[in-house]
């Protein structure tokens, strides 16, 4: 998403084509529309001139196979088995997903926003998360800010969660501030059971270059994992350490 003119593109069940963000860009700066989806999306990948691949790996052939071995029947999403599907949230593991948000101040004061993904992992075929949504895995507002997320997809679209930050900062509110207050109203949406399932972290740069972020303890903090994020200045990259969120509390560092 580009703030100048209030610009985005996106595309969402692609596959045989490396580096989704680039075709995104073009839908953005090459048709009238913003969203492509599937195989159109590959046609007009590979119009613009990109190239096939095949992205299946190995060891993901084979993560797949075990996988499946290891479900029962209406656990595992295939339409030609006519099987039905479980309701049963999915865990958020480091395993199961893998996206990458982003959000830049150029010279001029401009603002964009990027958000790619690999999916989540097991997921039922046609299956699309948040990233590739305007308003909730990316959004900007060129006269107040940016903000990009990364987390259980299915429940931060509910919540425009993206939208949300730059909406908050526009109130008034510093971007760290509005990555909180967004993530608690995301835990307010979602029942208290399902807390520990779901997750979600933020991140947001105001038009005047104030950056913050936050996450949700659950699915972001563990014991073999910290939630961490970047940010990029005239002093060079700095990588911090990020505030995690519960309903009431927000959690600065690691426990002892």
């Not at 679209?157 to 509110?173: D, H, T």
């Not at 307010?188 to 991140?203: D, S, T």
Request: with cysteine.
């Amino acid at each position: 998403m580009n703030g100048p003119g209030h610009q985005a593109g996106s595309v969402a069940g692609l596959a045989g084509i490396p580096r989704a963000i680039s075709i995104a860009r073009r839908v953005m700066e090459n048709t009238p529309h913003t969203f492509l989806v599937g195989e159109n999306a590959h046609s007009f990948a590979v119009r613009e001139g990109f190239l096939e691949q095949d992205q299946l790996t190995e060891s993901g052939r084979q993560a797949w196979q075990h996988w499946k071995e290891s479900q029962t029947a209406s656990e595992v999403a295939h339409f030609e088995d006519n099987r039905s599907y479980s309701t049963t949230p999915v865990l958020l593991t480091p395993e199961s997903h893998d996206t990458i948000g982003l959000c830049a101040l150029d010279q001029q004061g401009n603002l964009a926003a990027g958000c790619t993904t690999s999916g989540m992992a097991w997921k039922i075929p046609g299956r699309v998360g948040d990233s590739p949504i305007i308003g909730s895995g990316l959004y900007v507002d060129n006269e107040v800010g940016a903000a990009a997320g990364t987390g259980h997809g299915d429940e931060m679209m509910k919540a425009c969660l993206s939208y949300r930050v730059v909406l908050n900062m526009e109130r008034g509110m510093e971007p760290q501030e509005a990555c909180v207050e967004a993530l608690r109203y995301l835990m307010r949406k979602v029942p208290p059971e399902l807390h520990q399932n779901y997750g979600a972290a933020l991140i947001a740069l105001r038009k005047d270059g104030m950056t913050g972020a936050a996450a949700t303890r659950s699915g972001f903090k563990a014991p073999n994992q910290i939630w961490q994020w970047a940010s990029m200045s005239d002093e060079g990259l700095v990588l911090r350490e990020g505030v995690y969120v519960s309903e009431n509390t927000i959690e600065t560092k690691l426990d002892e």
